[in-house]
């Protein structure tokens, strides 16, 4: 095999797995922003339900308030009914305590169902409360692990791009040009390994002296696939053994 063939088929596998790892690393922001999503709606959900708590509390001391007037009322109407001198006056003092009284019951009624309301909020404020520590604790252990895999796919593109960097001083420029720009007609593969006669990219069947050229140890002669135009190499394929040997 034409030794500069054999840099193409290593500089080719450290782009591919480059290509890989670069694709990984642009996936971090949004695994993060992902996390940190979690984390705020969470937030939100524990923020609502305390506003709604808030805004029970002051319903509920607002009905408070207007039972207490109604109540204050009926005394004030009776106390008035001991002094007033005509039975129309009494009947008509009667009427107001009865009307205010209904108030009463009325406020009342409505203040048992904010009591009510303000219990289960309390009891969901305290649940999500839980359910955002949880949140944030897996969070943490999920943005520690992406930070690690972050750190350890840095590592893993530099040494590549070192890698990388040591073929492509070893490849004849214009090999590496023509590598290239097959390379960028085929979404970053420019050879194709040769497989009983066949280009393993596009399936198409290799003329028969192209593959005896291929196969011969001794070819440095460059081939392409006449379907893809892709670079062609031969490896010779390991020899099964029989089996219980």
Known sequence: MNPNLQLL?????????????????????????????????ARAQLEKTREGLKRSLTERKKYELDVEQWK??????????????????????????EMA?????????????QMIAGEQYEKQVKENEATLKQIEAAAAADHSAAEAEKAAAEKERAALE????????????????????????????????VRDETCTMCRVRIRPQVYQ???????????????????????????AQPSGQ
Do not use: M, W
């Not at 500089?11 to 290509?19: F, K, P, S, V, Y």
């Not at 996936?27 to 705020?40: G, M, T, W, Y």
């Not at 050229?213 to 020899?239: D, K, M, N, W």
């Open 9 to 41: 088929i290593e500089l080719q596998a450290l782009d591919l797995r480059l290509g890989e790892v670069r694709e990984r690393l642009a996936a971090f922001p949004k695994r993060f922003a992902d996390i940190e999503a979690r984390v705020q709606s």
């Open 72 to 97: 204050e009322k009926v005394r004030k109407y009776k106390d008035q009914s001991y002094s007033v001198k005509t039975n129309e006056a009494y009947k008509a003092l009667q009427h107001e305590i």
């Open 101 to 113: 009284e209904a108030q009463i019951v009325k406020a009342e009624d409505a203040l048992l169902q």
């Open 162 to 193: 070192a890698d990388r960097e040591r073929h492509l001083a070893e490849i004849p420029q214009d090999l590496l040009d023509l590598y290239v720009r097959i390379a960028r007609k085929h979404g970053g593969t420019a050879l194709a390994e």
């Open 213 to 239: 050229l291929l196969r011969a140890a001794h070819s440095g002669e460059i081939f392409h696939c006449e379907s893809c135009t892709r670079i062609l190499y031969y490896l010779e394929q390991p020899v």
